[in-house]
């Protein structure tokens, strides 16, 4: 049966609350801080025989350490430097075949003791594949066997008893992190290459998607000859749905857009014949345009910096091969 402590609603302190995580969080820090001039040359060979790889960096670990580990292989993953997370104690029941002798492998365990991690080393070390270590103890068994250790050693655990693992699970969290981004800076690794593998996410939709991939296009885009009545572009403007139709010529190069802004200034003008006016004589011209090869975000800020809500696409003959309003951007996710 698990324990259960009871405690009244009245005896709960505010103040020690606040107190309690203040001291966690200036424990976690100064760990953290502990582990800065510790980088030095085994942190330069843990990053050269990466970089040397020509497999990929398994990360391995148990309990929390195991957590810790998923996270650094991930992270690793995302910023240039292929990686996954073996748990050792299935690596002992057949998941061992995944690492491979091209492999590097990165263990993490605090006391450098885990006997699930220590249990599977012989086989790595007779494999040959270089094994990087981020424990808490340098004299451990662990520590001794790996080709490059790593110390991640605290003072003291955040936890007042001193045994659930805080301080040093954020400590070996901050140096997997420190090996990522020394790989990345190494690799030249870009954001274009970070959107790469997150096409899913908010900086993907912003670094990958063109204008293109949503653009309207062929009988989608609203147009009309310059000699169509305010009646006809009107009539375009609701087909379309776009809030604006490019005015074109017989080839389809571009010569004004008229919009919703043009219709209200043409109703405010008392000397526009809004009967026999043609649409020539009230669309804008010059209008703002985007090229194909454009990224949505850049339709996303000259939109916002010219303070419209629709754009045309145009080629090097500033033809109209497209058309996209601030709805298509929201629908993308780009804004």
Known sequence: MNAHVATTPHAINDEALVRS?????????????????????????????????????????????????????????STGTPAFFVHPGEASHGDLGMILPQDVVLALSNSGETDEVLFILPVIKRQGIPLIAITGNAHSSLADQADVHLDASIAAEACP??????????????????????????????SEDFAR??????????????????????????????????????????????????????????LGVFTDGDLRRALDDDGVDLRGATVAELMTRGPKTIGTDKLAIEAAQ?????QI???????????????????????????
Do not use: Y
Not at 41 to 51: D, G, H, Q, S, T
Not at 167 to 186: C, F, H, P, Q, R
Not at 302 to 306: D, R, T, V, W
């Open 21 to 77: 995580a203040r001291t966690v969080i200036a424990t976690e820090a100064a760990a953290i801080r502990a582990l800065e001039p510790r980088v030095g040359p085994e942190f330069v060979e843990a990053c050269r025989l990466i970089m040397a790889c020509a497999g990929r960096v398994v990360v391995t670990g148990m309990g929390k350490s195991g957590h810790v580990a998923r996270k650094i292989a991930a992270t690793l993953a």
């Open 161 to 190: 008893l001193g045994l659930a693992p805080t301080a040093s699970t954020t400590a070996a969290l901050v140096m997997g992190d420190a090996l990522a981004i020394a790989l990345l800076e190494a690799r030249g690794f870009t």
């Open 197 to 254: 593998s997150h096409p899913a996410g908010s900086l993907g939709r912003r670094l990958l998607l063109h204008i293109s991939d949503i653009m309207h296009t062929g009988e989608g885009i609203p147009a009309v000859p310059p000699n169509a009545s305010l009646t006809q572009a009107l009539m375009e403007m609701t087909r379309k749905h776009l809030g604006m139709t490019a005015v074109i010529d017989s080839n389809r190069r571009l």
């Open 302 to 306: 000259l939109m916002e910096k010219h």
């Open 309 to 335: 809500h629709a754009l045309l696409v145009v080629n090097d003959d500033q033809q109209v091969v497209g058309a996209l309003n601030i709805h298509d951007l929201l629908r993308a996710r780009v804004v």
